[in-house]
């Protein structure tokens, strides 16, 4: 091995290293402020006499004295049994930074980095070495940092305060478990790190998910050799019996030899089946724990992603004078790393913009009855197979009605429109491009810089974001993504024929519905329930497979049905039978299939055999328009009602509520034929479905947007001649652009939209009704 | 495992070999092989419908009893037929017969999942029986019959001799974007 070869390994060893400890001594010294413990610095040291024998050992002299210095400000603080003082908190983190810097470099860049940094790593140990010791005595905080938060809560949670998400992993602990962790890049005793492309870790999983169905096989076998001994049995009765009925002699002595025989085989057979017996279950066990070592290799603790925002909070308010805490819980719920990486940035956004706009000044907030320090709460958690991640700040809060009255001043809709428009319909404005710039809203001002980018992300990951705020009290951001490759518990059901399986926290009740509980009402099905009517529709109608037989209607007319609930509605889904429950590892669906309609993922069953997971967002908003549409057939009814053939007919596709039915009350009372749908997956579906002469489309929408819809729709060879129209907030020539290039007929801006404009627009492009 | 099994195995193994089969063996190792002038490639003979064609050993992966398929909702057509699982990945499942525009052999006795990987990914291609992997001689490939050139999308792209039968040999590249293009409504 050449010696160029050897060096570069070290590097990156040294590399590796260099990142570990970096994220200890931040992670540590921001815990210190909240929980100054002199015990804690033994950590700190440790780490930085790390990096000094490493910087050592690869030659690099620069990083050897820096890292010199970091620790002997640690150690001298620890003989005195003080905290290092803000002054002393502040170099350090510089120095800090500085090596995190390099650790972010490519390995072989590091000798030429530290050549040209040599400047600053200097200025930054002397910084270090002039410091005066003004820590304080331990216990004691330092008053001036005023980050007590002692007054709130229990000592445990004000050990969580800062830094450390929960009081279990201050820092000294957490350092330790990262070390036995075995996820993250360490160079530790616990040996390397091996990077695995993701298709390998995908078929390892496939393959050790296909032991486990093969040694289910196995048990399979060990039952039927087991009930061959039956037969062992008998034939031993047989001769017996036969023996009674023969003479003294030879035949006799033949039978005696058979019956000898017999014995011997029987016991052979028993062995062996005992040895199956053990063997089929070692390989049921040790497939078990391969599959769940497989899988738990995707995943990472959630708190990873978080790491930097501790740091981001201290910082930023204290230089725009804010005093703030950063909490986090939730921090070992496991994600998918490469949901995990994604995330980084809205996470950083949205925490930054929660302590610059969220969050009130202390004099402000003391006025209204608040602590002085402000709290920033990051929660994560598993919500039925996704990550649901909860931001929120006890801060000043968003007042919707501003934002209508900004709506209504910027003419992004007409009055009679942003009157009737609910909170959440309101506060999607925020994620329009540019939304707060120019308006006069002291409250909400800046919370529009860069949360279209927050969606964008959302949106890529498929995943959505949502705000809710109450004026006064506070702002949250909640987001859920997919946990790809998770285990989702779930009702396994028959539909069109096939299984299909629904999440268990997605269903709000599952019944047997008697016959006599169905009653249909102006062509729509109701299940009577409760003393209330549930709106009842046929899974595979929703779904678009051709339905199967319902099960005996004549002598057991229950009907299977899983009630959802979305925001207080409930709708009932009518499924062919209940299968049962099941842990179903969640596999994203082949991403060469695009997104399926009423699909999230796929998964399979005991035996092997594949089952799709159903979305049941996406079937609640299928459903809705469908019920809306009054195109839903029968529950047990041959086929879905024939659309008649209209005069001309308008897809309208908008995921606001208020705009799709304001919009369709307008074509109709001109006299189109109107049909919505709630986003453009479900309007690329609609769309193929039937034949419409026109197509008009929102542009931001969740899970297929305006553009991508108008985009599929130029790509289908029997759509591609439909017209598109696009009507969007979003007003810029670049949004324009992208709405022609993308193939649209026409782009008509919501602030300019009058009933007028729309109706004429429609006529220009497809004439009258 | 019992000690009367081990007894048996070595029974079994151990077991003298007849004079006449080792005499068979030494005659058929010490011939002299026959010269090859060009690497021999390899192709796995399966039928679709009535059509026997040669899928390239370099696309192989496994090829495996048919399991169950299922249906993608909205998506799933003649060609491609759902989803199915070969060894714990859920792949999509297209039929070969479909795709070369056939009829599909309505009950085949031994139809086989064939495992492939295309530039366009991995799919698993349902024929209606399997006969097994044969080397030809990339030389030998023969041009195609005119009708089948001009078709708009021949997945074809010669004609090989194998096991005595005439099939066409498929072309990786080809293969591929046919079934990717079936997964599109």
């Known amino acids: ?769 | 495992m019992s000690d009367d099994g081990n007894r048996t195995a070595r029974l079994l193994y151990d077991r003298e070999v007849p004079a006449d089969i080792l005499e068979e063996w030494t005659l058929q190792t010490a011939a002299p092989k026959p010269e090859r002038t060009a690497p021999r490639s390899g192709a796995m003979l399966v039928r679709a419908g009535n059509e026997w064609l040669g899928l390239p050993a370099a696309m192989i992966e496994t090829a495996l009893p048919a399991g169950p398929v299922h249906s993608v909702p909205r998506l799933s057509n003649a060609a491609f037929l759902g989803l199915t699982n070969v060894d714990g990945e859920l792949l999509p499942c297209v039929r070969l017969s479909a795709l070369l525009g056939g009829q599909a052999d309505p009950a085949p006795a031994r139809p086989r999942m064939v495992a492939v990987r295309v530039p366009q990914g991995r799919f698993a291609l349902l024929v209606d029986e399997a006969a097994g992997t044969c080397g030809y001689l990339p030389g030998e490939l023969g041009a195609l019959p005119a009708t089948v050139a001009l078709a708009p999308s021949p997945l074809v792209v010669g004609v090989i001799e194998l096991e005595g039968r005439s099939a066409g040999l498929a072309g990786i590249e080809e293969l591929g974007a046919a079934l990717l293009g079936s997964l599109r409504p």
């Open chain 1, 1 to 769: 091995m050449s010696p160029d070869l050897a060096d570069f390994s070290l590097l990156e060893l040294f590399s590796i290293e260099l990142s570990t400890h970096c994220r200890a001594i931040e992670d540590g010294l921001v815990g210190l402020e909240g929980d100054p413990r002199p015990e804690l610095l033994e950590s700190l040291m440790r780490a930085a006499h790390s990096i000094k024998g490493a910087a050592r050992i690869v030659d690099l002299p620069q990083a050897v004295g820096l890292a010199h210095a970091m620790e002997d400000v640690f150690q001298a603080a620890q003989q005195e049994g003080r905290v290092p003082g803000k002054a002393q908190v502040d170099a350090l983190l510089a120095a800090n930074d500085f090596f995190a810097r390099l650790a972010a470099l490519a390995p072989k860049d590091l000798p030429q980095a530290l050549a040209d940094g040599a400047a600053e790593a200097a200025a930054l140990e002397a910084a270090l070495r002039a410091l005066p010791p003004d820590g304080h005595p331990a216990g004691h905080p330092d008053t001036s940092q005023a980050a007590p938060a002692a007054p709130e809560g229990p000592p445990g949670v004000a050990s969580a305060a800062l830094g450390a998400p929960l009081p279990a992993q201050a820092a000294q602990p957490r350092a330790a478990q990262d070390q036995g962790g075995g996820q993250t890049s360490q160079a530790g005793p616990d040996g390397g790190v091996v990077r695995l492309s993701a298709e390998l870790l995908g078929r390892l999983m496939g393959l050790a998910g296909q032991c486990i169905v093969e040694s289910g096989q196995l048990g399979r076998v060990f039952e039927q050799a087991r009930a061959q001994r039956r037969g062992f049995l008998d034939l031993a009765d047989l001769l017996s019996q036969t023996r009674a009925l023969l003479p003294e002699g030879d035949a006799k002595d033949q039978l005696d030899r058979a019956a000898g025989m017999l014995r011997t085989m029987h016991a052979g057979h028993s062995d062996s089946v005992c040895a199956l017996d053990g063997l089929a279950r070692r390989m049921e066990i040790l497939s078990d724990k391969l599959y769940h070592q497989v899988l738990g290799s995707r995943m990472r603790p959630f708190g990873e992603g978080a790491r930097a925002l501790p740091r981001l909070v201290r910082d930023l308010a204290q230089e725009l004078g804010k005093q703030a805490r950063f909490v986090l819980e939730g921090a070992n719920a496991s994600v998918d790393r490469d949901i995990l990486d994604r995330l980084e940035a809205p996470l950083l956004h949205l925490t930054r913009n929660a302590v610059d706009h969220g969050l009130e000044p202390p004099e402000e907030r003391v006025r209204s009855g608040k602590p002085q320090q402000g709290r920033i709460l990051l929660v994560a958690r598993h919500v039925a197979g996704s990550l649901e991640l909860r931001l929120s700040d006890d801060g000043c809060g968003i007042d919707p009605e501003a934002i209508r009255a900004s709506v209504q001043a910027k003419g992004l809709a007409p009055a009679p429109i942003a009157q009737r428009m609910t909170d959440s319909e309101l506060f999607e404005f925020l994620f329009l491009p540019g939304f707060t710039t120019a308006a006069a809203l002291t409250s909400v001002s800046g919370r529009g810089v860069g949360l279209d980018v927050v969606k964008t992300v959302m949106q890529e990951v498929g995943g959505q974001v949502r705000v809710e705020s109450t004026p006064g009290q506070g702002t949250a951001f909640v987001m859920r993504l997919p946990v790809s490759r998770s285990v989702v518990r779930a009702l396994v059901v028959r539909i069109g024929g096939e299984p299909y399986a629904m999440p268990l926290a997605r269903i709000g009740r599952v019944l047997l519905a008697p016959a006599e509980d169905v009653q249909t009402t102006g062509g729509m099905q109701y299940l009577r329930l409760d003393h209330e009517n549930v709106g009842l529709a046929q899974a595979a109608q929703i779904l678009g497979v051709p339905p199967a037989p319902l099960p005996g209607n004549e002598d057991d007319p229950t009907l299977p049905v899983m009630l959802l609930e979305d925001r207080g509605a409930r709708f009932g889904l009518a499924v062919e039978a209940f299968l049962g429950e099941r842990d179903l590892v969640v596999h994203p669906l082949d991403p060469r299939l695009g997104k399926v309609p009423g699909v999230a993922a796929a998964s399979t069953l005991d035996d092997g055999s594949p089952v799709l997971i159903l979305d049941d967002a996406d079937l609640l908003r299928s459903l809705e328009g469908l019920l809306a549409e009054g195109r839903l057939a029968g529950v047990g009814a041959g086929e879905a009602l024939a659309p008649e053939r209209a005069p001309k007919s308008v897809l309208v596709v908008d995921d606001s509520l208020t705009v799709r039915e304001v919009q369709r009350q307008l074509l109709e009372g001109r006299g189109y034929r109107a049909t919505t749908a709630v986003d453009g997956m479900e309007g690329l579906a609609l769309a193929r479905m039937g034949s419409f002469d026109l197509i008009i489309t929102d542009v931001d929408m969740p899970r297929m947007t305006g553009i991508e819809l108008t985009r599929r729709i130029r790509a289908d060879a029997a759509l591609a001649r439909t017209p598109v129209m696009i009507v969007s907030y979003k007003d810029r020539q670049e949004d324009r652009m992208a709405g022609l290039e993308a193939g649209a007929d026409f782009y008509l801006a919501k602030s300019g939209f009058r009933d007028e404009a729309l109706l004429q627009a429609v006529a220009d492009l497809i004439g009258e009704p």
